[in-house]
């Protein structure tokens, strides 16, 4: 059984930082596309950024939105994926989703956590 499960989410004031993990069991990650997506209330789930397979050069593409304040990484050991949110903004408020995405088309998505950002 796929799971994907993150955490970190939580209060901060605008400003500050948060980091969200997502770790992965059921499948070997290293093949794969890793990113994070995120609604808001009332929104579409937009694209937040994702990380290529180290075989394809761990290439990383943000969104303009949080380009020089996120950044993604991740760790193929621990099948995980990480999102550093820096310099955040009551507008980054938004339940957060990994994802994990193969060429076969496979995708996998975690439950999602609650990030708040007061002002």
């Known amino acids: 059984q796929v799971q994907l499960v993150e955490s970190g989410g939580g209060l901060v004031q605008a400003g500050g930082s948060l980091g969200l993990s997502c770790a992965a069991s059921?499948?070997?990650?290293?093949?794969?596309?890793m990113g994070w997506y995120r609604q808001a209330p009332g929104k579409q789930r937009e694209l937040v950024g994702t990380?290529?397979?180290?075989?394809?050069?761990?290439?990383?593409n943000y969104a303009d939105s949080v380009k020089g304040r996120f950044t993604i990484s991740r760790d193929n050991a621990k099948n995980t994926v990480y999102l550093q949110m820096s310099s955040l903004k009551p507008e980054d408020t938004a339940v957060y989703y990994c994802?994990?995405?193969?060429?076969?088309?496979?995708?996998?998505w975690g439950q999602g956590t609650q990030v708040t950002v007061s002002s």
């Open positions: 990380i290529t397979s180290v075989g394809s050069g761990g290439i990383t």
């Open positions: 059921g499948i070997i990650v290293s093949a794969s596309t």
């Open positions: 994802n994990v995405r193969f060429r076969t088309g496979s995708a996998y």
